[in-house]
């Protein structure tokens, strides 16, 4: 029976782990394609998902899934995820959401599904979803918004993008019902065939709304509805060759819009003055724009009715970016269109190829305090006649960024005309150069001349600025006196230290990050006696210990340097380089260089005392003539050969002793028979060559050596010569070279302790004494002779 049921029962475990490990590599595998950080954001988009991943939790607060591959969302999908709060689901292929699927996330404030394959929108959906703020339902397939009202449950909605540019072709009352204001509404419509209206007049108030239309044909249909609600109005992708404005639609209603906008819109000389017409009657807009639009006509208004028209209502701003003329070659002067420009106060035109403003047109434009021509092509040639007499009379500001003016001197004296002109930007033109004297208007406050690839910078420069950016070019130094400059930008240039603060007495802003920098101090910054701000960083700092401790040090410094500390980066030492100046640290020997070095000095005279001191207590300086004396012996043989032998004996002894010596021990040695050859310093020493050379050929050339011990003998120098190499070089070889002879009785604590082997051979070896006793000197030579034979 046990064998009968142990197989089956390991069948059955191996197939329940297989089962529990093909479940948890799968839900590896969708883990693994999110990544989640601590905060609860999931990142998950582009990653060829097809479905939303399992395992979500109520840690999840945002979740992007954009850019896959998924087809449905189910009721149970995100039910765990009850602190979501933001949900892209855009730009995958959900054709179906159940309607349940987003019932439990009552946080939800950000829900994107635009971009998918739904035909049907579902008010089932967002039923819960009482918190929502944006809701992006654009790039799906359905034709309408449903049979019931979707934003219904939606009271907190604020931003909401509906339609698609094929399928979505009709727009019914109930659309937007339950939504009483909205800060954007976008509809993309372009095929719209059906507007019943007042399906936008439901919404009280809308701050901006952006119409995608390829007709204009329910146009006014819709700006009737919502002209009474709306702040903004924006019409995109608009061919408007047919539009025709009528007076009677909207001529008796009150109207909020103050900003049109015109974005990729087609007009013909026909519908631009229809357009003007609406700038009549729709008496609140203030400001209008044209971006990226396309006039497709010659300029020829005045066979139109625009002779009636004599203003263009209460419009104060006029931008138009990008103006695309196909037939500018044929455009007429536009002068029927002059008196139009009278209240304008601020107009933009920016890269439209505007080479010339004429001069007509510069004194109609009577009210203009602001004008904009960047990225155009104004010359100095063509700025003579825009800026001419009675031109543009109140302006104050003119940009002429980007344009094709290339000399500073005839371009401000172009501008003397313009009286009130305080604000100048002509910045990313190719001036070069900057002369010695200019001529400007009187009243400038303002200049830019940012990117204009200047190198140095002269009293062209009017003494009225308080504004100056000189950004972006090749400067490498600041030397001008600017009385009244409060702001100075001048980063991205090549200075290597801030300007001398006494130039610019009330500077109070001052950017001069990503030069070449390399240091400033504490007194620089004082100088600046009403500097409130200071960009400097994107410098290579040289992180001195000086620097260091000023700016780490200064509790303050980040209330200045707005770019404190995360821009000021070290360069050297290279040890540090790349650190924050905040973060660096260096060591006592980099910040105290001068006192590590007088420890140094101080230690190493310390040492050389210690080293004299030892040295003469412990007889230091005999041990270096001792290894003197070896090097010297070691050049030669360590035992002359026989035929090197010239003396008997070699005789070291003292001065004071020599009477014994020379009159006692030479008559009896070198006088019997046979006779001994002695060698004595006096007579023997060749004249002129080195003592201790003289020392050491004698000792070496001597079959014995004699040393007539005294207590004269200890004290002289020349016989310590004598007696420490033959300490050295016969006592250590462990021979009987040597021949003590005691002259008289010497105390033994008199011998200095350095020779310690001649203390230890006195005691160990027999050594002849010098009898006083007459009769037994005899027997002293006869010694005597016996140990030089031996």
């Given at each position: 029976m046990s064998n009968h049921w142990t197989m089956p029962r390991a069948l059955w475990t191996a197939w329940v782990w297989a089962v529990i490990i093909l479940?948890?590599?799968?839900?590896?595998?969708?883990?693994?394609?999110?990544?989640?950080?601590?905060?609860?954001?999931?990142?998950?988009?582009?990653?060829?998902?097809?479905?939303?991943?399992?395992?979500?939790?109520?840690?999840?607060?945002?979740?992007?899934?954009?850019?896959?591959?998924?087809?449905?969302?189910?009721?149970?999908?995100?039910?765990?995820c009850v602190n979501l709060k933001t949900l892209r689901l855009g730009a995958n292929e959900i054709h179906t959401v159940e309607e349940d699927s987003f019932f439990h996330l009552r946080n939800l404030e950000y829900l994107d599904l635009s971009y998918n394959r739904l035909s049907n929108l579902s008010s089932s959906w967002f039923r819960s979803l009482y918190v929502l703020k944006f809701l992006n339902l654009l790039g799906n397939l359905y034709k309408t918004l449903g049979e019931t009202s979707l934003f219904s449950h939606l009271p907190n909605l604020r931003t909401l993008k509906v339609g698609n540019s094929n399928s979505f072709t009709e727009i019914h009352e109930k659309d937007f019902t339950g939504l009483t204001f909205l800060e954007e509404l976008e509809i993309s419509a372009q095929n719209l065939q059906i507007y019943v209206p007042k399906s936008l007049k439901s919404i009280q108030n809308i701050s901006h709304l952006i119409l995608h239309l390829k007709q204009p044909i329910l146009l006014v249909d819709i700006l009737v509805d919502i002209v009474s609600s709306l702040?903004?109005?924006?019409?995109?992708?608009?061919?408007?060759?047919?539009?025709?404005?009528?007076?009677?639609s909207i001529s008796e209603m009150s109207t909020s819009v103050k900003k049109l906008i015109f974005r990729n819109v087609q007009f013909t000389d026909e519908s631009f003055v229809e357009v003007v017409k609406l700038f009549n009657y729709v008496s609140g807009i203030l400001e209008v724009e044209f971006d990226d639009c396309t006039h497709d006509g010659i300029g020829d208004f005045r066979a139109l009715s625009l002779d009636r028209i004599r203003h263009l209502g209460n419009v104060e701003t006029l931008t138009i970016r990008k103006l695309h003329i196909p037939q500018f070659f044929l455009f007429h002067d536009l002068s029927s269109i002059y008196p139009l420009t009278g209240r304008v106060k601020r107009v933009t035109i920016e890269n439209s190829k505007v080479f010339l403003v004429p001069c007509l047109l510069s004194q109609h434009l009577k009210s203009l305090e602001y004008l904009d021509l960047s990225e155009n092509l104004m010359s100095e040639e063509t700025l003579k006649n825009s800026a001419c007499k009675d031109a543009w009379p109140f302006l104050q500001t003119l940009v002429l960024r980007q344009n094709r003016l290339k000399s500073l001197e005839k371009t401000g004296e172009l501008l003397l005309t313009l009286e009130n002109l305080n604000n100048l930007d002509i910045s990313k033109n190719n001036f070069?150069?900057?002369?010695?004297?200019?001529?400007?208007?009187?009243?400038?406050?303002?200049?830019?001349?940012?990117?204009?690839?200047?190198?140095?910078?002269?009293?062209?420069?009017?003494?009225?600025?308080?504004?100056?950016?000189?950004?972006?070019?090749?400067?490498d130094s600041f030397s001008l006196i600017l009385p009244q400059l409060k702001e100075l930008y001048i980063s991205r240039n090549?200075?290597?230290?801030?300007?001398?603060?006494?130039?610019?007495?009330?500077?109070?802003?001052?950017?001069?990050?990503?030069?070449?920098?390399?240091?400033?101090?504490?007194?620089?910054?004082?100088?600046?006696?009403q500097l409130k701000t200071l960009e400097a960083g994107g410098n290579n700092f040289i992180c001195s210990c000086d620097f260091l401790s000023f700016t780490q040090g200064q509790q303050a410094l980040g209330r200045v340097l707005v770019d404190w500390p995360d821009d000021y980066r070290c360069d050297s030492p290279s040890h540090v380089r790349g650190q924050r100046v905040q973060d660096a640290r260096l060591s006592l020997s980099e910040c105290h260089r001068a006192a590590v070095v007088s420890a140094a000095c101080c230690a190493l005279f310390l040492l050389l005392l210690l080293t004299g001191v030892l040295c003469?207590?412990?007889?230091?300086?005999?041990?270096?003539?001792?290894?003197?004396?070896?090097?010297?012996?070691?050049?030669?043989?360590?035992?002359?050969?026989?035929?090197?032998?010239?003396?008997?004996?070699?005789?070291?002894?003292?001065?004071?002793?020599?009477?014994?010596?020379?009159?006692?021990?030479?008559?009896?040695?070198?006088?019997?028979?046979?006779?001994?050859?002695?060698?004595?310093?006096?007579?023997?020493?060749?004249?002129?060559?080195?003592?201790?050379?003289?020392?050491?050929d004698s000792i070496e050339k001597s079959h014995k050596t004699i040393f007539v011990l005294s207590e004269n003998f200890v004290k002289s120098e020349w016989c310590k010569y004598e007696l420490d190499f033959s300490h050295f070089r016969l006592f250590d070889e462990n021979n009987d070279a040597a021949i003590l002879i005691l002259l008289e009785p010497i105390d033994k604590k008199a011998i200095p302790q350095r020779f310690c082997k001649l203390r230890k051979i006195m005691n160990t070896k027999t050594y002849l004494e010098w009898p006083v006793d007459e009769t037994q000197q005899e027997g002293f030579w006869l010694n005597l002779r016996a140990a030089i034979r031996s």
């Open positions: 479940s948890t590599e799968g839900a590896s595998d969708q883990a693994s394609s999110l990544s989640c950080d601590p905060t609860g954001v999931c990142d998950g988009h582009s990653r060829s998902l097809n479905s939303i991943p399992s395992g979500l939790t109520a840690g999840v607060k945002s979740l992007d899934l954009s850019n896959n591959e998924i087809t449905y969302v189910g009721n149970r999908d995100l039910q765990r702040d903004c109005f924006e019409l995109r992708d608009t061919n408007l060759h047919t539009f025709h404005f009528s007076e009677a070069l150069s900057m002369p010695e004297t200019c001529q400007w208007p009187g009243k400038m406050k303002q200049l830019n001349l940012s990117s204009t690839r200047i190198h140095s910078l002269t009293q062209c420069l009017p003494q009225t600025l308080e504004i100056l950016d000189v950004s972006n070019n090749n400067l090549k200075l290597k230290t801030l300007p001398d603060a006494s130039f610019l007495p009330v500077l109070s802003v001052m950017r001069i990050s990503r030069n070449i920098i390399n240091t400033f101090s504490k007194e620089q910054l004082d100088s600046f006696q003469h207590r412990f007889h230091g300086l005999w041990y270096m003539k001792m290894m003197w004396a070896w090097l010297q012996a070691k050049r030669k043989p360590r035992k002359a050969p026989r035929r090197d032998i010239c003396y008997d004996a070699f005789v070291s002894y003292s001065e004071r002793d020599s009477y014994w010596v020379e009159n006692l021990m030479v008559q009896e040695l070198e006088h019997f028979n046979p006779p001994f050859k002695l060698c004595l310093h006096k007579r023997d020493f060749i004249p002129g060559k080195w003592i201790i050379d003289n020392i050491i």
